[in-house]
């Protein structure tokens, strides 16, 4: 492959693969994209096949976790979330309250509560165990599991993007869709010593995105930040973020990012893509056109052919 590099703020080289120089790893790269085309022509009906079965032959080890209660979340968050519905909430006041800018225009704040996250990863290791099927997150993921297949969407994800979440996106965001939000994509990533270690360099399928780090113990393993996905990657300028248990970092999807390599232990991730059809029906985020709509199921990838209208949800031919 053809290589360039990025230098963190903390003096670490990133290497980034920019292609191909030979034949082979040509092909190989073609056999991928073959692969993956394949695996999105099928995806809606697989997917819906996977739900149905994980419905009949999975028995839950913790049902409550299903559910979103306030309970779960920390109060530090709760705060934010009740400043930002306050009649004169400023994005000045909120990240006054929110402190921790990491890079810029990626905030960290606590959001779940240690006890939820401990039993949250019990739940997923006991589904990854069973033999219910498991429909990964992307192509970037081969341990990750997509949480409305599971049935978290109606009764957990929803609930806090819209309650919770969206008050305050639309302070920090409402030039990327932040006050918009629509729909999501909700998934949760694993990396450890025989699994995946690390995640390369890319930006998401989203306007928004959250990342909450649930655990388990793990060593390195932090995100680094680099530019919005139009600046070149020889003017970037690249921030290493680390990410505590229980907190999450929000960002705008198009902020270009990637996690470094785990050195021990396993690390599990929350991660929400939040999507907002009014800039997505203008502009795919993902093709850069405007978008083609092909019909699909559930939230898809969250264009709309008319956004007073989340009934129907459609996916770009292109991507
Ligand atoms: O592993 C992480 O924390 C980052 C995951 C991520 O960026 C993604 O899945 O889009
Ligand atoms: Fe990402």
């Known amino acids: 492959m053809c290589v360039s590099s990025l230098r963190t703020s903390s003096g670490r080289t990133i290497k980034i693969s920019l292609g191909c120089v030979s034949e082979s790893q040509f092909r190989d790269v073609l056999g991928k994209i073959h692969a ?21 032959i999975y028995t839950p080890l913790h049902q409550h976790v299903y559910y979103l209660q306030e309970s779960f979340l920390a109060p530090e968050f709760l705060q934010l979330v009740k400043y930002c519905t ?20 990626v905030f960290r704040f606590p ?27 992307n192509t970037m993921n081969n341990y990750g599991i997509l949480l409305n297949e599971l049935g978290f969407d109606e009764t957990f994800i929803t609930p806090l993007r819209e309650v919770y979440l969206h008050p305050l996106t639309a302070l920090l965001y409402s030039d990327y869709g932040g006050s918009c939000l629509d729909s999501h994509k909700a998934f949760v990533v694993k990396y450890a010593m025989r699994e995946d270690l690390d995640l390369s360099y890319h930006y998401d399928n989203a306007e928004v995105t959250l990342n909450v780090s649930l655990g388990k113990d793990f060593t390195e393993g932090n995100l680094f930040f680099g530019d919005m996905r139009q600046v070149p990657l020889s003017e970037t300028e690249c921030v290493e973020v680390e990410h505590h248990v229980t907190e999450g970092l929000l960002h705008r999807g198009q902020h270009m990012h ?8 396993t690390r599990w991730n929350l991660i929400i893509w939040m999507r907002a059809s009014r800039e997505r029906n203008k502009l795919c985020p993902m093709c850069g056109k405007r978008p083609t709509l092909v019909e699909s199921g ?20 292109l991507t």
């Not at 990854?128 to 429909?135: F, I, L, T, V, Y």
């Not at 990637?258 to 232990?265: N, R, V």
Request: glycine share 6%; charged share 30%; aromatic share 8%.
């Open 258 to 265: 990637g996690a470094l390599p785990i050195s021990s232990g």
């Open 111 to 137: 959001v779940f509560r240690k006890e939820f996250c401990k039993d949250f990863i019990e739940e997923l290791e006991h589904f990854e165990q069973s033999d219910a099927p498991k429909g990964r997150p």
């Open 86 to 105: 306050s009649t004169d909430a400023t994005m000045e006041g909120l990240m006054n309250l929110i402190q921790t800018e990491a890079a810029p225009r």
């Open 36 to 56: 993956e085309i394949e695996r999105r022509q099928h995806y809606i009906l697989k997917s819906a096949e996977r739900a149905a079965t994980i419905k009949e």
């Open 298 to 317: 559930g939230f898809s990838d969250g264009f709309t052919m008319d956004p007073d209208d989340t009934s129907s949800t459609f996916s770009c031919s």
